[in-house]
Nanobody, 125 residues
Framework: VQLQASGGGLVQAGGSLRLSCAAA????????MAWFRQTPGKERAFVAV????????GYADSVKNRFTISKDNNKNTLYLQMDSLKPEDTAVYSC???????????????????WGQGTLVTVSS
């Protein structure tokens, strides 16, 4: 599954951005999709996940109540609505897809077989 992320940019603290991640083919083999982020010198960190079938979602504590993950199965597209952005949200955001039926280790990168290229989000103070 090829994934294409977009929507990053520069925004002031308190502002909003919406990231998109389009799958280039049918996603019938996908069980969940997620967003991760990474800053220089730090490990990639889990941001949010969504079950591709029933829409159940989970978030990292650092983004809970500010970010919303959603999907459009008809468009094979994943979204991340980011509100109340903070400078510490600055990172390269990547989308990922997993064909695993199990939710085990869903917050780790190794759970996901497919990755999109990153899109840079910069939040100025």
């Amino acid at each position: 599954v090829q994934l294409q992320a977009s929507g990053g940019g520069l925004v002031q603290a308190g502002g909003s951005l919406r990231l998109s991640c389009a799958a280039a083919e049918r996603t019938s083999s996908i069980h969940r999709m997620a967003w991760f982020r990474q800053t220089p010198g730090k490990e990639r960190a889990f941001v949010a996940v969504i079950d591709w079938r029933d829409g159940a979602a989970g978030y990292a504590d650092s983004v809970k109540n500010r970010f919303t993950i959603s999907k459009d199965n008809n468009k094979n597209t994943l979204y991340l609505q980011m509100d109340s952005l903070k400078p510490e949200d600055t990172a390269v955001y990547s989308c990922a897809a997993s064909g695993n039926r199990s939710w085990m280790n869903y917050k780790t990168g190794s759970h996901y077989a497919y990755w999109g290229q990153g899109t840079l989000v910069t939040v100025s103070s």
